[in-house]
């Protein structure tokens, strides 16, 4: 393949250049291979249904700190 053969041609139709980015996009995406997704981290909500390590006081109060993130 030389430097001026193109590495597609539209064979039908006149597509716009926001199609043609959109079809060049598709494809070179398409072309990488596939990483495997990062593991997501705990959000603040889940991470505040867990023990912390802190002990849970009774008393005034003692239902909010129980159930807001620290």
Request: no cysteine; proline share 11%; net charge positive.
């Given at each position: 393949?030389?430097?001026?053969?193109?590495?597609?041609?539209?064979?039908?139709?006149?597509?716009?250049?926001?199609?043609?980015?959109?079809?060049?996009?598709?494809?070179?995406?398409?072309?990488?291979?596939?990483?495997?997704?990062?593991?997501?981290?705990?959000?603040?909500?889940?991470?505040?249904?867990?023990?912390a390590g802190t002990t849970l006081t009774?008393?005034?109060?003692?239902?909010?700190?129980?159930?807001?993130?620290?």
């Amino acid at each position: 393949m030389s430097a001026e053969e193109p590495l597609f041609r539209v064979v039908r139709g006149v597509p716009t250049a926001e199609e043609l980015a959109a079809l060049v996009g598709a494809i070179v995406l398409r072309s990488r291979p596939a990483a495997a997704p990062a593991p997501a981290a705990a959000s603040a909500w889940a991470r505040s249904a867990r023990p912390a390590g802190t002990t849970l006081t009774a008393g005034p109060g003692g239902w909010r700190s129980a159930g807001l993130p620290r």
